[in-house]
């Protein structure tokens, strides 16, 4: 994270000189002292991403593909000659202990066009879909399989 | 030359995007489904345009920059069409009319 950091501030300054360096060493290091003092963020998350590196590729590589399938999907809604569509709303449960992770399962659920998360309470979520296809089978989508594939590796 | 025509096409599929999210955004009626293809815009269309302009610049301090905004609107765009869809669903009270209510609760 401390890299990360120090990464963004040099390419928000677009170049690589010595007291640009110094500076983003400095302010990393005081930007990443605040984190774990303030917004509880502690170097474990760091593991996380260390041991699920992999998974996290694949997810990114999930996430586009779904993606594109739903945006085709939702094309032919627009496109067609008359309007007809049934929106719906799903209620459904997800057994993900981990909070980040159930952010990650209703950004990605929001991203994907036709679907929006509209509440995430505990593990009831409450998603929104444009039509009753774009919602089918939602509950155990791929996401949440991958997710929980993350959360084994946490403990394991 | 096959850069600038990657970057073209990429380029031209987000100003598609765009415009199916306009097109869209005219046809259907309820708020939350307009919401729902105008969502598209903001993460698919956004997204190509840049990931073209990215293939255009080639590697650079620049295109390190466009690509901090790919990343920036993958977490931003889904977090505020959330809010509009929650407060819309907090404050419509015939909302049962627009859409049907499924649910998979195991409670």
């Keep these: ?156 | 030359m096959f850069r600038l025509i990657l970057s073209a096409l990429f380029i031209l599929a987000g100003v598609n995007v765009i415009i199916t999210a306009l097109v869209g955004n005219y046809r259907f009626s309820y708020v939350l489904n307009r919401m729902q293809v105008g969502a598209t815009a903001d993460t698919m269309g956004a997204i190509l345009v840049l990931v073209g302009l990215v293939i255009k610049t080639g590697f650079n301090m620049i295109s390190l920059k466009l690509f901090v905004m790919i990343i920036f609107f993958f977490v931003a765009s889904p977090v505020c069409s959330h809010f509009l869809a929650r407060t819309e669903t907090i404050a419509n009270e015939d909302i049962l009319d627009e859409c049907e209510v499924v649910s998979h609760d195991s409670i």
């Design chain 1, 1 to 156: 994270m401390y890299i990360l950091l120090l990464l963004f501030w040099i390419i928000l300054n677009g170049k690589i000189t010595t007291e640009i360096l110094i500076f983003g060493v400095v302010l990393s290091a005081a930007i990443f002292w605040f984190m774990c003092r303030y917004l509880e963020y502690s170097p474990k998350y760091e593991m996380f991403v260390a041991k699920n590196l992999l998974w996290i590729l694949v997810y990114f590589i999930v996430l586009i593909i779904e993606i594109f399938k739903a945006a085709i999907t939702v094309y032919k809604r627009v496109y067609s000659r008359k309007i007809e569509i049934q929106p719906q709303m799903v209620f459904f449960d997800v057994d993900i202990e981990s909070e980040f992770l159930r952010f990650v399962l209703a950004n990605s659920i929001t991203i994907t066009p036709g679907t929006i998360t509209v509440d995430v309470d505990d593990n009831h979520f409450c998603v929104h879909a444009l039509d009753y296809t774009l919602a089918e089978g939602i509950e155990d989508s791929v996401f949440i399989k991958l997710l929980k594939k993350m959360e084994g590796n946490i403990c394991g």
